[in-house]
């Protein structure tokens, strides 16, 4: 199992939204990030920052990401939630959500 946490903004005229939206997200997504061996996954929200936590438990992370971008509904979702969200500008190149390195865990 491999921990991630990724940070991104939410824009403040938006931010009511997005709550609902994840208040009652659509099946066919929580199947698919189900179906993509992601566990545990919450976001949190403070001062216009979102922060996402999340346990992979799979073998092939790229492999899993991958059948997630390339799922209709999926791409769906994305496009409703992307003009809500205000990626960091210190991201790498290719991500939307930044990755953040894990400095220290208790089990």
């Keep these: 199992m491999k921990r991630f946490g990724q940070i991104i903004g939410v824009k403040p005229e938006h931010f009511e939204s997005y709550k609902k939206y994840h208040a009652a997200v659509w099946p066919e997504i929580l199947e698919m990030i189900s179906k993509c061996n992601i566990r545990n996954y919450s976001i949190f929200h403070k001062d216009g920052m979102l922060f996402a936590y999340m346990e992979y438990t799979g073998n092939d992370f ?3 990401m991958a059948r997630m971008a ?4 999926t791409q769906e979702w994305w496009s409703v939630m992307k003009p809500m969200q205000s990626p960091v500008e210190k991201r790498k190149s290719g991500e ?3 990755d953040m390195e894990e400095v220290f865990h208790l089990d």
């Design 62 to 64: 790229e492999g899993d």
């Design 70 to 73: 390339a799922d209709p509904k």
């Design 96 to 98: 939307w959500w930044a």
